[in-house]
T-cell receptor
Framework: LAKTTQPISMDSYEGQEVNITCSHN???????ITWYQQFPSQGPRFIIQ???TKVTNEVASLFIPADRKSSTLSLPRVSLSDTAVYYC???????????????FGSGTRLSIRP | DTEVTQTPKHLVMGMTNKKSLKCEQH?????MYWYKQKAKKPPELMFV???????INESVPSRFSPECPNSSLLNLHLHALQPEDSALYLC??????????????????FGSGTRLTVV
């Protein structure tokens, strides 16, 4: 199982770019890297997913170096509403018993200030 | 439809009660999951169903009994729970087959959860 390590917490200000790095040294060949956002008492919400290099969507960018042992979620121009817990997950999102089980790490608690 | 719907949103039950949590999705996902989340902790995997068959049970106590009656529904039957079982119970679904290198987005879709309180 690929274990992930993230900073426990981060603080930033509105309008700033925030980068959250996740370490996953034992990532497997088939594993995808996926980031989720979670607000209190809600289910995690998908943000972005990648396999290698860079992926960008309307809310974030994901940077993955060639060795894939880490990844960085980049949130441009954050607002107060981006205050949440961010989880980096590594694995293959299938129900096969032989596939990687997706295990949540501790996540990063991001606090945005005015 | 790109949602996972969980009912009820809130549930209070006594330790001798029997209740069920329900999860429904219509995205054609053939893998479904139950997670348990305590306050300020990450979600913990409980069960995984693949093609309506239980494929992973993370050593969950038998007072939690999952059921997958069809490809769209996932239930979690609760009986004789303890106060420490109070938590947010999350259901998720995903595709059950991914071809390596396929383009697209492959991840979990989570429901909003059921907030369970055992008294």
């Amino acid at each position: 199982l690929a274990k992930t390590t993230q900073p426990i917490s981060m603080d930033s200000y509105e309008g700033q770019e925030v980068n959250i790095t996740c370490s996953h040294n034992n990532i497997a060949t088939n594993d995808y890297i996926t980031w989720y956002q979670q607000f209190p008492s809600q289910g995690p919400r998908f943000i972005i997913q990648g396999y290698k290099t860079k992926v960008t969507n309307e809310v974030a960018s994901l940077f993955i170096p060639a060795d894939r042992k880490s990844s960085t979620l980049s949130l441009p121009r954050v607002s107060l509403s981006d205050t949440a817990v961010y989880y980096c997950l590594v694995g293959v999102f299938t129900g096969y018993s032989s596939a990687s089980k997706i295990i949540f790490g501790s996540g990063t608690r991001l606090s945005i200030r005015p | 439809d790109t949602e996972v719907t969980q009912t009820p949103k809130h549930l209070v039950m006594g330790m001798t009660n029997k209740k069920s949590l329900k999860c429904e999705q219509h995205m054609g996902h053939r893998a479904m999951y139950w997670y348990k989340q305590k306050a300020k902790k990450p979600p913990e995997l409980m069960f995984v169903y693949s093609y309506e068959k239980l494929s992973i049970n993370e050593s969950v106590p038998s007072r939690f009994s999952p059921e997958c009656p069809n490809s769209s529904l996932l239930n979690l039957h609760l009986h004789a729970l303890q106060p420490e079982d109070s938590a947010l119970y999350l259901c998720a679904s995903s595709q059950a087959k991914i071809k390596l290198g396929a383009t697209g987005t492959y991840g979990y879709t989570f429901g909003s959860g059921t907030r369970l309180t055992v008294v």
